[in-house]
């Protein structure tokens, strides 16, 4: 079957075009022509390119909204189509939706009212329109405009989030209608009313993503729509569930993170997008609110090669000056890039081996701490304030640091977890029962689970359960919680192993409460909670003046280790797997290999610095090994090279070359593993290992 256009493009750009009319120079000297030079001129393969910005202004002739005054009438986003497909680009529109400074200053109604009871822009820039209000038919309508007078091969629409919790009447009158109550204004997770808001919120958001994609799809059959999913991440507040990643052909977002962040994301679109490649984006800017400091192309050139370690596509982010003009050496630079990195597409794709998989919970993407609050005293940030999200990238930078074969996975990998040695659940805060009969299936015939802390505990309703739901399957049941926020991991003697350099004496430190539970078997339990001799909260009673050591053993246990049916399965009192330091991560990777019932699909003495990715090609009988360097400060010190070892399973090897010049590199056999030397990785190295049945 032919690959559609996405499948086959992994270099991308996109110009942000948010700019203003009240100035008469806005715009004037756009040029398409200029713009799509410097698109070839950067080796690019397909153009995102604007119909609306967040401003509102259309690039186009609308009948229904509002062109942009600089253009004086002329179809720019009919010129940049024909520029594009001129030169061979894919074209894909970029469409802001709910984000539209036109529709919210015009039209009163639709505005987004914050739980502060004030208008979205009241003291920002950002004039956002409620999808539950007039403002749906409006953007229906111009979706509808664009998609019948153009011909283009895909669409993004952008801010498919709410960017505020709303409360304005569409909202309150559509609560009342759908569930017969007002809107709660008090977060609490273990209240199944506030909880019944959220999952509306989700439910409204996916609808009309839904109809946006929908509509584009009916006027324009065959069209690919991406919504935006950098959002996967965002806190509760913007309502995103895998949904919207589902509702898209491809799954995509602009992240401005790091490398750590990039590693995370891209291992949770591989899993999740509805096809391959997914896709970056990132800015050239350091950030999306700096106009001129420019990333250095070390950096660019390793979020594009980490986009392509994880078989994904690069987009890269700049932003027009307000007159219409752009950088030239910014396209230069991105050619550079992309004419390293284009030398690798074909040999991408494959199955990634994941060995070990980080389990997200989109339900999970809130802060406990928050309940009893009301909604108007929580930080603002979309990324803040989510102790699942932090502790999952940890439990990533943990297993990266030990060359360990990871993914990360969601609920709709539930039916494909026997693919998967290990699973983690890192600081879950929320479950169903469909997760919780999966996991137990999954450990029962023969995986292995890590859990921490108070997994299973609430439900996916804010009911909380008065026993883990997987009590059976962790071998504890539930007591309570410590009310010390500083607690200890005291390990067994016949834990030494797994605890290098830490007693009972001198305990592994959590920064945080652990739970109390009554194990089923004593024999299970590899290392009890100590807590320090006083509850570090009341300062008037203390040991030492600094800190808080440990002083009072107890039984409760703090580390189960146990079989479960043919699998095998680690239960943590604490969150062991959020903490920051090595003497903690030791301990983790400890846990984990010892739940491990077969060797990884790869080993490598490489440094902490170093990401390894290795895909198998089945139909081309090789593997594909990637090599990924990203050191804190750039540019890389050239790493001189690594021992790798790679998992064989009875293949038998024939060739080992390094991409894309296909030079041989020697290997060994050691058991059922080929043992290497890579040449000097300084960024990148992209090596593929032949073999026969
Ligand atoms: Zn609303």
């Not at 259309?58 to 942009?68: D, L």
């Not at 979020?303 to 950088?327: K, Q, W």
Request: charged share 25%; proline share 5%.
């Amino acid at each position: 079957m032919d690959k559609k256009w996405f499948q086959k493009s992994y270099r991308r750009n996109l110009t942000d075009m948010h700019i203003t009319d009240w100035n008469e120079e806005f715009l004037s000297k756009f040029d398409p022509k200029t713009y799509v030079d410097l698109l070839e001129l950067a080796q690019v393969k397909s153009a995102m390119v604007y119909a609306n910005s967040h401003v509102g202004n259309c690039y186009w002739p609308t009948k229904v909204g509002h062109m942009h005054e600089g253009l004086k009438g002329r179809d720019i986003l009919g010129e940049m189509i024909e520029q594009c497909h001129q030169r061979g680009m894919d074209f894909i529109v970029y469409y802001s939706l709910i984000f539209n400074n036109w529709a919210y200053e015009n039209n009163p109604s639709w505005r987004i009212i914050r739980a502060d009871g004030k208008e979205a822009a009241a003291d920002r820039r950002y004039g956002v329109c409620c999808p539950n209000s007039g403002y749906r038919d409006f953007a229906v309508a111009e979706i509808e405009d664009f998609c019948s007078n153009y011909d283009f091969e895909g669409i993004f629409f952008d801010m498919t989030f709410w960017p505020h919790i709303c409360y304005c009447s569409s909202c309150q009158e559509r609560y009342r209608k759908e569930v017969g109550k007002e809107l709660p204004r008090i977060v609490n997770w273990e209240d199944p009313e506030w909880v019944k808001f959220q999952r509306k919120r989700e439910e409204w958001l996916t609808e009309f993503t839904k109809l946006a994609t929908f509509t584009a799809k009916r006027v324009k059959p065959g069209v690919a729509v991406e919504n935006q999913f950098s959002t996967s991440i965002a806190n509760f507040g913007q309502g995103v569930t895998a949904e919207i990643g589902k509702t898209s052909d491809y799954a995509g977002g602009d992240f401005y993170g790091g490398l750590l962040q990039e590693s995370f994301i891209c291992k949770l679109y591989y899993n999740l997008t509805p096809n391959k490649p997914f896709e970056f984006m990132t800015s050239r800017c350091i950030h999306l609110s700096d106009h001129t400091t420019r990333k250095s192309e070390e950096l660019m050139k390793v979020h594009a090669y980490s986009a392509l370690a994880n078989d994904g596509a690069f987009l890269f982010i700049d932003a027009i000056d307000p007159v219409g003009t752009m950088n030239r050496d910014v396209y230069e630079i991105m050619g550079r890039v992309f004419g390293e990195t284009k030398a690798y597409e074909k040999y991408l794709g494959g199955d990634l081996c994941q060995d070990v998989a980080i389990y997200f919970s989109f339900a999970s993407k809130f802060n406990p701490a928050d309940n009893g609050k009301n909604i108007s005293e929580l930080k603002r940030g979309f990324f803040s304030d989510q102790p699942h999200l932090e502790t999952s990238v940890n439990a990533v930078k943990s297993l990266l640091n030990e060359n360990i074969p990871f993914g990360v996975i969601t609920k709709d990998d539930l039916k494909d977890l026997s693919d998967y040695q290990v699973i983690v659940l890192p600081k879950v805060l929320m479950m169903d029962e469909e997760e919780v009969k999966a996991l137990r299936e999954f450990v029962a015939s023969g995986g292995s689970l890590y859990a921490s802390g108070s997994a299973s505990l609430l439900d996916k309703d804010g009911n909380k359960q008065k026993d883990f739901m997987l009590a059976d399957v962790l071998g504890v049941s539930y007591l309570g919680e410590t009310k010390e926020r500083l607690t200890y991991i005291a390990p067994t003697s016949k834990a030494a192993e797994l605890f290098p350099n830490i007693s009972s004496e001198y305990p592994l430190t959590i920064f945080g409460p652990q739970i109390k539970a009554k194990p089923v078997n004593q024999e299970e339990v590899l290392a009890t909670i100590t807590l320090p001799y006083t509850d570090p909260a009341d300062h008037t009673k203390f040991s030492s003046i600094h800190s808080n050591p440990p002083g009072i053993p107890t039984e409760y246990p703090a580390v189960i280790l146990r079989d479960f049916g043919k699998g095998k399965v680690v239960w943590v009192a604490g969150d062991l797997e959020m903490m920051k330091y090595d003497p903690q991560r030791k301990v983790f990777i400890n846990l984990i290999k010892s739940l491990a019932q077969k060797p990884f699909s790869f080993e490598a003495d490489a440094p902490k610095s170093v990401e390894i990715t290795l895909f198998h090609q089945e139909e081309n009988k090789r593997y594909i090994i990637n090599f990924l360097n990203f050191q804190e400060e750039l540019p890389n010190i050239p790493i001189s090279g690594i021992t790798c070892r790679v998992k064989l399973e009875g293949k038998k090897p024939t060739k080992l070359m390094k991409l894309p010049g296909e030079e041989e590199i020697p290997f060994e056999l050691k058991g059922n593993y080929v043992e290497f030397r890579t040449p000097e990785l300084e960024t990148f190295l992209m090596l593929a290992l032949n073999y026969e049945q």
